[in-house]
């Protein structure tokens, strides 16, 4: 199973919006409306940001917002902050197994 | 709310193996399922495999299939995630993390990761 490809880095200036994309296949993003994307902070715990292409968990602001089309799913963080800077994994399952993408560094200007 | 304890940071030499534990405490529910995921220095997340410790049924990555096993004390709600035939490129952060039902794919609560380190 490959991994899901994402931009390496996005970057953008406080109250701006950046959009991740993570792109796979109709085995993997394309064929379950199963992706899930996580923050990571340095030497801190995945959080859940998004589930099932576009649901937030309670407690998580609206400003981070999903979509999906094809075989490509996108994140969108609106309302850009300090605390925003992170890495940034999509996730989608794929059958049996699941697969991350690469990973994507946002970096507030 | 559910908490993960992982156990503490292993060093380990090339071609042992390595086990890391994650118990779950709190609101946890029968039918939840447990995933491993990886993270290398300056690397991105890996999944690894997960749990349905109800029902007794494990997924693994293709590329840690035979390497890996995950097993589940279901009176103790804690999982475990077993690596062999250990190499350099094993050193990483191992997450356990959780899914309060097993038709669910994603996680929403998370243990501390536990670094294991394979140097000799």
């Known amino acids: 199973q490959s991994a899901l490809t994402q931009p390496r880095s996005v970057s953008g200036s406080p109250g701006q919006s950046v959009t991740i994309s993570c792109t796979g296949t109709s085995g993997d993003v394309g064929g379950y409306n199963f992706v899930s994307w996580y923050q990571k902070h340095p030497d801190k715990a995945p959080k859940l940001l998004i589930y099932?292409?576009?649901k937030r968990p309670s407690g998580v602001p609206d400003r981070f917002s999903g979509s999906k089309s094809g075989n490509t799913a996108s994140l969108t963080i609106s309302g850009l902050q300090a605390d925003d800077e992170a890495d940034y994994y999509c996730c989608s399952y794929a059958g049996s197994p699941s697969v991350f993408g690469g990973g994507t560094k946002v970096t507030v200007l | 709310q559910v908490q993960l304890v992982q156990s503490g940071a292993e060093v380990k030499e090339p071609g042992s193996s390595v086990k890391v534990s994650c118990r779950a405490s709190?609101?946890?529910?029968?039918?939840?399922?447990i995933m491993w995921v990886r993270q290398a220095p300056g690397q991105g997340l890996e999944w690894l495999g997960r749990?349905?410790?109800?029902?007794?049924?494990?997924n693994y990555a293709q590329n840690f299939e035979g390497r890996v096993t995950i097993t589940a004390d279901k009176s103790t709600t804690t999982a475990y995630m077993d690596l062999s035939s250990l190499r350099s490129d094993d050193t990483a952060v191992y997450y356990c993390a959780y899914s309060g039902n097993y038709k669910l794919h994603y996680f929403d609560y998370w243990g501390q990761g536990t670094l294991v380190t394979v140097s000799s």
């Open positions: 099932d292409v576009y």
């Open positions: 749990i349905i410790p109800i029902l007794g049924v494990t």
């Open positions: 709190g609101n946890t529910v029968t039918y939840h399922s």
